[in-house]
């Protein structure tokens, strides 16, 4: 019986392409995020005789795919015999793609068959992290408010709103606020929303003002979420109904890179509305002089 030729090479640990996979931190392959894909390689696989690898585990809510041992053009289905050519080391890759949620911990084996029928083989253990997630809140930071209007001096038979003018300028903001989880510390990642806010500026029209813009929010590669606040500016103006300006989020999501490519999230909200009230102030004409 020909004696096995199995290179010790093969204790080479199975790492991601382009980086290393044994730092314990999420988003390596032995701790990936759940809802993300992963490319894995085990390099220096030797055998003596044209033999076989195999690929398996027993955890639930993993899949593996796009199997394939260098100088083969196939792809091979997981569990079954992927040829490996006697001679020079060999490489295997293949990629794993984790369920969002319920991914368990457990070994990935590949187990290696000599053409004599003697094998070897090699067990990473892999601990799927939680998905990470992205949730906004918007606040007003009042309830309703009374516009201003001037206290003194005042010009001669003019109201304090209309003799305020465009000194009579008011003020309110909302704040969006994010909540960032299950993404490892100091790791970057994107993340972008969209806000409405009621436009008065037909109605107020001294003066009104949203600034920042509404519109799509973007933070790009940030590691740590981003406090936004848009201040609405608008100048008093008298005899006009209570005026309602709303602010609304949208599309929240979440990109986090990973080494092999990254992990996305749709955006959940505590609070994914809020309203500030202008009230109404009573409009006066002038005094009839005699």
Not at 132 to 145: F, K, R, S
Not at 177 to 203: C, F, K, M, Q, R
């Amino acid at each position: 019986m020909k004696k096995l030729f199995f290179s010790f090479v093969m204790l080479v640990t199975l790492v991601i392409v382009a980086g290393s996979a044994m730092a314990q931190t999420s988003g390596t392959n032995n701790y990936p995020y759940m809802g993300g894909t992963y490319s894995y390689t085990l390099s220096g696989i030797v055998v003596n005789q044209d033999g076989n690898a195999k690929i398996t585990h027993s955890q639930t809510g993993w899949t593996i795919v796009d199997v394939q041992a260098a100088g083969e053009s196939s792809i091979y289905t997981p569990g079954t015999n992927i040829p490996i050519k006697a001679g020079a080391a060999q490489t295997l890759t293949f990629k794993i793609k984790y369920n969002d949620s319920g991914a368990t911990a457990g070994n990935l084996t590949v187990t290696v068959t000599d053409g004599n029928n003697c094998d070897n083989f090699i067990e990473l253990l892999i601990t799927p992290q939680a998905k990470p997630t992205l949730e906004l809140a918007v606040a007003g930071n009042v309830d309703d408010l009374c516009q201003k209007r001037k206290d003194s001096p005042l010009t001669d038979n003019k109201d304090a709103i209309t003799d305020g003018g465009t000194s009579n300028s008011n003020s309110f903001t909302f704040t969006v606020t994010p909540s960032i989880n299950h993404v490892a510390g100091g790791a970057s990642y994107s993340y972008e929303y969209a806000i409405s806010i009621t436009d008065l500026a037909a109605i107020f029209t001294q003066g009104y003002t949203i600034s920042p813009a509404a519109g799509t929010i973007t933070h790009s590669n940030v590691t740590a979420p981003v406090t936004d606040t848009y201040t609405i500016t608008f100048v008093s103006k008298s005899g006009i109904a209570p005026q309602d300006v709303d602010a609304a989020l949208s599309s929240a999501k979440l990109t986090v890179p990973t080494i092999s490519g990254k992990v996305e999230a749709t955006g959940t909200y505590s609070t994914q509305t809020d309203k500030v009230i202008i009230k109404s102030v009573p409009a006066i004409g002038s005094f009839t002089i005699q």
